[in-house]
């Protein structure tokens, strides 16, 4: 199958397939083996089907029907991409879930295997195979041969003698190595067996294997084999995504360093639009722009997600992301909506800042400062150890429910430590789910992203990454309080102040602004080179 064919054309050719092969009905979910968010082009099997770039979404293909279903954040984006592709678009939440989809037909799910992908797609990328490479302590915190132990121990207390790791972003962390297998998110695709006596395995791809580390693999007593041997059992539930959630204090110091180079390149990013006859920028070379000026940082080891850089209309598409057919200029008015971030040597960062580039209309100014409250009302909170993100979720949408507004995605997530941007095992969402019930704990990266988005016009959002932190208030005599959380806001970057409705905020909103921007003026001002840059930012971070 060429890959000049059309989604229909594939679509054709797959239940042609189908018909030879007996099979009524085929699901083609948006994953690989190792269940990452983001997937290797070698396993770009729905993408490739259906046109649909989307990072979350299942293709489910009968002989009369196909359907691609997906979330909120991606459906203004389906529908453009699915035109003439002969998938129709399902809502997540909104329409019946695939399963029920299914149920109502009397089809049970079946997938296409790997054989069966290789036949229909001919020119399937070849499977990843970067080098691995070594953390060194001074970004780690915890070496490798602590972290196996603390597992070996977990093993013993649960009366088991092994343990398969299949989640890329456990295995790298608790190994402290990296690689390049997967875009944005520095891993390596593998299999990890522990054991609770002997030699632990890891089943990877041999040439990947230097043997600098090979030898540091030996000395903590792990072999290697063929990544195709690894055995087919289920990945064991381990306590590992809620260790690496909690960082330890080096890595906190890394996060907060890697924040403050994060916001040198982005106040120098935002001068120069700033300054910029912006007619001629697009949305591309404005992402591209903001890159190269990360990439001029200490340390920078690539971008932590795809950027997400919508203007006006576009930045009504949550998780816009724009390709060369899809780009168009700026112009000198309404909103650049800018989400992004990096990996650094010591740490990772996600930001969004929602950027005016000319005068704006009262609607506009009014809903940026909405947005703006809800992310504060959620930064300035303080909470009693063992509350959720489903408690704390509903601080960033108050404001914004009283004049009718609501955003389908989750207000934060957590944030790994130059491993996924999207990190469990907690979030702040208004769903039930068992991320939302799941404690928060002191040392945990969380965002803070509410938005407001109305459909082909513009969109909203403001976004810092966090750090969870013991408050500094004692639990009242008597009473039944214990110890009490706050955030640490770790990015470091101004809020643009032009577009805000002073009138609309608090005074414990207002102040907090303006010591947040008289913190980033203070942290960023020292390692700014060019005086254009330190006057922009001297500008930007005055009290309001």
């Not at 934060?412 to 068992?434: A, D, M, S, T, W």
Request: hydrophobic share 35%; net charge negative.
């Amino acid at each position: 199958m060429a890959s000049q064919q059309s989604s229909a054309d594939k679509l054709a050719a797959l239940r042609s397939w189908m018909k030879d092969a007996g099979k009524p009905v085929i699901v083609v979910p948006t994953e690989d083996p190792h269940g990452s968010e983001y997937v290797p082009a070698h396993w770009k099997t729905r993408e490739w089907l259906t046109g649909f770039t989307g990072s979350a979404g299942t293709a489910v293909v009968t002989q009369q029907e196909a359907f691609l279903w997906t979330d909120s954040r991606y459906w203004l984006a389906a529908e453009e991409q699915l035109r003439g592709s002969g998938f129709s678009l399902k809502r997540d939440l909104v329409d019946e879930s695939v399963d029920e989809w299914l149920r109502e037909r009397g089809l049970k799910e079946e997938r296409l295997s790997e054989t069966d992908i290789d036949a229909l797609w001919p020119e399937r990328p070849d499977f990843p195979l970067s080098q691995l490479e070594i953390v060194p302590m001074e970004y780690a915190g915890v070496s490798a041969e602590d972290k196996i132990e603390r597992l070996r121990c977990w093993l013993g207390e649960e009366g088991r003698t092994s343990c398969l790791v299949s989640s890329l972003a456990e295995i790298a962390w608790l190994l402290n190595l990296r690689g390049d297998d997967i875009p944005y998110t520095p891993v390596f695709i593998s299999y990890l067996k522990v054991r609770k006596e002997g030699e632990h395995t890891l089943y990877i791809h041999r040439e990947q294997v230097s043997a600098a580390v090979e030898a540091y693999l030996r000395g903590l007593n792990i072999g290697l084999a063929p990544y195709e041997n690894a055995p087919a059992e289920e990945k064991t539930e381990t306590p590992i995504p809620f260790w690496r959630a909690v960082k330890n204090p080096v890595e906190q110091e890394g996060y907060r360093e890697a924040h403050i180079r994060d916001g040198v390149a982005m106040v120098q990013f935002l001068r120069r639009l700033d300054e910029a006859d912006v007619t001629q920028w697009t949305e591309i070379s404005a992402d591209r722009t903001l890159e190269a000026l990360r990439a001029q940082q200490p340390g920078f080891r690539g971008l932590s997600f795809e950027t997400i850089s919508g203007y006006g209309a576009h930045g009504a598409i949550v998780h816009y992301e724009p390709t060369p057919d899809t780009d168009i200029p700026l112009e000198p008015r309404s909103f650049l909506l800018l989400d992004s971030g990096g990996h650094y040597e010591c740490g990772s960062t996600d930001i969004t800042r929602t950027i005016p580039l000319g005068p704006l209309t009262d609607e506009e100014r009014h809903v940026y400062t909405l947005v703006l409250k809800g992310h504060l009302q959620l930064q300035n909170v303080i909470f009693p150890e063992g509350t959720c993100g489903l408690q704390l979720d509903t601080l960033a949408r108050m404001a914004m429910w009283r004049e009718g507004h609501d955003y389908g995605h989750g207000t934060g997530h957590g944030v790994g430590h130059r491993l996924e941007i999207h990190e469990g095992p907690c979030q702040f969402r208004k769903n039930v789910r068992r991320d939302t019930l799941t404690p928060f704990h002191e040392g945990q990266t969380m965002t803070d992203e509410p938005g407001i988005y109305l459909a082909g016009r513009f969109g909203v959002r403001h976004e810092n990454t966090m750090l969870i932190c013991r408050a500094e208030v004692d639990a009242y005599p008597g009473g039944q309080g214990g110890r009490f959380l706050c955030f640490e806001p770790l990015t470091m970057c101004p809020y643009d102040k032009r577009p805000i409705v002073k009138e609309m905020l608090t005074m414990e909103e207002l102040t907090w602004l303006n010591q947040y921007h008289a913190k980033v003026r203070e942290t960023l001002l020292p390692r700014l080179q060019d005086p254009k840059d330190r006057e922009w930012l001297i500008s930007a971070t005055s009290p309001l």
